[in-house]
């Protein structure tokens, strides 16, 4: 019995063997991101960049302090509030980090309302969500005006080393207008949600296909990551 070869256009559309191959199965987008929308690839090569850029910044921050030969600034000083005449070590931190931890939760909560089309919970825990962002900024941008009163500035500080004020002007400020573009963003799409553009498939930004709320869970991925985020600059940055 004669072996039966492929031959003619079909053979011409046969994957290359080898690490060939995987590169092309990966650029046709055949099993990589088969069941993965744009969307939400999109936001995960986004995050993956974010990731390396902050990344630096620690990776940055640490060299600095290992190698500065200036006393480092302790962190439970530095970051102390005075209550009823007794200061009190990184209680303005510790808040700021409850409250962003806990929007993750309400973040999380607004994807499964969203994902069962229920639009009123979904944007009343993302307008909630937003609230806690906005409380963050606030409390940081407070952090700021007391160093900054104090005589903190990028080049320099009265309790030490010099990197210590371009480290935390750097970090938290890139950390906070992450923080600061989400909630402008939660804002637009809760508003959206609210007026129902999800359900009847307006046209518009942000907008997807008729009853589809993955937008919700795009956003959600953003949020979580730079809770995430928040976790690092908190550990090493203020209780290192």
């Given at each position: 019995?004669?072996?039966?070869?492929?031959s003619?256009?079909?053979?011409?559309?046969?994957?290359?063997?080898?690490?060939?191959?995987v590169?092309?199965?990966?650029?046709?987008?055949?099993?990589?991101?088969k069941n993965?929308?744009?969307?939400?690839?999109?936001?995960?090569?986004?995050?993956?960049?974010d990731?390396?850029?902050?990344?630096?910044?620690?990776i940055?921050?640490m060299?600095?302090?290992?190698?500065?030969l200036a006393?480092?600034?302790?962190?439970?000083e530095?970051?102390a509030?005075?209550?009823?005449?007794?200061?009190?070590?990184?209680?303005?931190?510790a808040?700021?980090?409850?409250?962003?931890?806990?929007?993750?939760?309400?973040?999380a909560?607004?994807?499964?309302?969203?994902?069962r089309?229920?639009?009123?919970?979904?944007?009343?825990f993302?307008l909630?969500?937003?609230?806690?962002?906005?409380?963050?900024?606030?409390?940081?941008?407070?952090?700021?005006?007391?160093?900054?009163s104090?005589?903190?500035?990028?080049?320099?500080?009265?309790?030490?080393?010099?990197?210590?004020?371009?480290?935390?002007?750097?970090?938290?400020?890139?950390h906070?207008?992450?923080?600061t573009?989400?909630?402008?963003?939660?804002?637009?799409?809760?508003?959206?949600?609210?007026?129902?553009?999800?359900?009847t498939g307006?046209?518009?930004?942000f907008?997807?296909?008729?009853?589809?709320?993955?937008?919700?869970e795009?956003?959600?991925?953003?949020?979580?990551f730079?809770?995430?985020?928040?976790?690092?600059?908190?550990a090493?940055?203020?209780?290192?």
């Open positions: 019995m004669a072996e039966t070869t492929l003619g256009p079909r053979s011409e559309h046969l994957p290359p063997d080898g690490w060939e191959g590169a092309a199965d990966w650029s046709s987008d055949q099993r990589a991101f993965v929308s744009w969307g939400k690839a999109m936001m995960w090569i986004f995050l993956l960049s990731t390396f850029v902050f990344s630096c910044f620690l940055g921050y060299t600095a302090r290992m190698s500065t006393p480092w600034p302790n962190p439970s530095v970051f509030l005075h209550i009823g005449g007794e200061s009190v070590p990184l209680i303005l931190i808040i700021m980090t409850f409250i962003l931890i806990s929007s993750s939760g309400t973040m909560m607004a994807v499964n309302f969203g994902y089309g229920d639009r009123v919970k979904t944007a009343v993302m909630i969500t937003a609230a806690f962002g906005a409380t963050f900024v606030g409390m940081q941008a407070f952090e700021w005006t007391k160093l900054i104090e005589g903190v500035r990028p080049w320099g500080n009265p309790w030490g080393a010099p990197q210590f004020g371009s480290s935390f002007f750097m970090i938290t400020g890139f906070g207008t992450h923080v573009i989400g909630v402008i963003f939660l804002l637009i799409i809760a508003r959206k949600v609210l007026r129902g553009d999800f359900d307006r046209r518009g930004f907008t997807s296909r008729k009853g589809n709320y993955e937008i919700v795009i956003m959600g991925l953003y949020w979580h730079v809770d995430l985020v928040w976790v690092f600059i908190f090493l940055f203020y209780l290192w």
